[in-house]
């Protein structure tokens, strides 16, 4: 079963504004990581975040991480039109060595 | 660097076929994965493996198998192949420890 929900499903913007996805998941966790993946494409990493980490930050993009709440979130912003991907959490369960994957957020970025 | 490579990136099999998928990494990374990703969701982990000569079983392990001969490859192995496995496959490799995974093209399987 998959550990994270993300949500929304799908989000639609215009371009730059900024884009919030959220990631529930259910049980401890080593890290929270988002991946990006364009239509066709392979999933791209953006951001890895660990259990003893509350917020971080690169480039145009921050996460935060609640973990007595279970739940992370991703902030895009000022978005391009380029930002414009499923972007999807990952959690690496305590003890694991394996990702547990999300649904993924569909954005897209009107131009 | 490479990378992740996938091969081949696409095919089509007829129910009961087998065929090999391969997956290479330069990245000198001791961890490898297969996922398969179905429409609409997330991805799921087939197999996986923390180092050479040693595999272990994902999330949905059921109608594939592993091998990691040589620490730069993963192959993923179809022995009798079925409509359910219509999917896109991805490998991926992280080095030992928490840390980012790196994911090959991905492979786009279709059984007729």
């Known amino acids: 079963s998959q550990q994270g929900e993300e949500d929304p499903q799908a989000l639609s913007i215009q371009e730059g504004e900024n884009a919030t996805m959220n990631c529930s998941y259910k049980t401890s966790i080593n890290n929270l990581q988002w991946y990006r993946q364009n239509s066709g494409r392979g999933l791209v990493h953006l951001i890895l975040?660990?259990?003893?980490?509350r917020e971080k930050h690169s480039g145009r993009l921050r996460v935060t991480l609640d973990t007595s709440k279970k739940s992370s979130s991703l902030l895009i912003t000022a978005s391009r039109a380029a930002d414009t991907a499923s972007y999807f959490c990952a959690t690496e369960g305590a003890g694991s060595y394996q990702l547990t994957f999300g649904k993924g957020t569909k954005l897209s970025v009107i131009p | 660097n490479a990378g992740v490579t996938q091969t081949p990136k696409f095919r089509v099999l007829k129910t009961g076929q087998s065929m090999t998928l391969l997956c290479a990494q330069d990245?000198?990374?001791?961890?490898m994965y297969w996922y398969r990703q179905d429409p609409g969701m997330g991805l799921r982990l087939i197999h996986y493996s923390v180092g050479e000569g040693t595999t272990a079983k994902g999330e949905v392990p059921d109608g594939y198998n592993v091998s990691r001969l040589k620490k730069q490859n993963f192959l993923l192995g179809l022995e009798s192949a079925a409509p359910s496995q219509t999917s896109v496959y991805f490998c991926?490799?992280?080095?030992?420890?928490?840390?980012?995974?790196?994911f090959g093209p991905g492979t786009r399987l279709t059984v007729l």
């Open positions: 975040i660990r259990s003893n980490e």
């Open positions: 990245m000198n990374h001791e961890y």
């Open positions: 991926a490799s992280s080095p030992a420890g928490s840390g980012a995974s790196l």
